[in-house]
Structures are given as C-alpha cells and as structure tokens.
C-alpha cells in the first residue's frame, strides 16, 4: 500500500543513506535500463540531493518532473528521455 501523497514511478531507487554521488549513479544505472517514457522515482536523504539532481537533469536530457522533500527524505521524480 501506497502512501497518500506518494509519487508513483514505473521504477523505484533507494538512495537513503547514501552520499553523493551515489544517488546519482545509481538513478543513472536505473534510468539505462529503462524505456523512453518511464518514471523513476529516487528517494535520497544527501543534503546536495537537490542541486545535483536538478544538473543531472538539465546534462542528460532527462525530464526531472516533480520534487519534494518530506521529513528529510527527497523525493525526485524523472522521466527517461
């Protein structure tokens, strides 16, 4: 079951715990075996999270749809281009 408010995603990386750029890599790693036009959600608790997947998006041509932080988790949202 879901959480209310969730981001649902056709893939799903758990970064928590991890710093950078391990969340990076391993969204990177996810997104290469994924299809053009799927999600990927990335939860990620590095307190750079957000400016490095913001990059990441704009350098790989990766849609970064939606973002948030909740209790210190990230939440980033991406679509594979």
Do not use: Y
Not at 69 to 74: A, L, M, R, Y
């Amino acid at each position: 079951m879901q959480a209310e408010g969730a981001i649902k995603a056709d893939v799903t990386v758990d970064a928590q715990g991890l710093n950078c750029p391990l969340p990076i890599l391993k969204a990177k790693k996810a997104l290469n075996s994924m299809q053009a036009g799927q999600t990927l959600l990335v939860l990620a608790t590095d307190q750079g999270a957000e400016r490095d997947f913001n990059t990441f998006a704009r350098q790989t041509g990766n849609d970064l749809l939606e973002q948030r932080v909740s209790q210190g988790v990230w939440q980033f949202l991406l679509r594979r281009r």
